[in-house]
């Protein structure tokens, strides 16, 4: 498997899921046809959907600071930050209301 970056990844699939919306919503404005309108439409809203959800997981990547604290503390400290940012990541999968799924 091919090693690659959690934002470059987030980026490149981001930038793929624009232009397929863009795509379809041109169809959707020049065509008159419905079922071509209505498959665009389910394009584009499964493309905003699969979008939504990466911007999700990018979230969820833990950014490693250049400065952290000092060595003897580094272990308590990560967990710390883990735990919060897990924490976070899970509410905003929730919708931000707290112990409801």
Known sequence: MTQISVPAWSQGLQ???MAAIDAAWRTIETSDDPAAVKKAREKAKACGEMAAVVRKI???????PLAGPAP????????VGQVEIATRAL???K???RGRL
């Open 15 to 17: 930038t793929k899921m």
């Open 58 to 64: 990018a979230a969820m990547v833990v950014v490693r």
């Open 72 to 79: 003897e503390f580094a272990g308590a400290a990560a967990a």
């Open 91 to 93: 509410d905003r999968l």
């Open 95 to 97: 919708g931000g209301r």
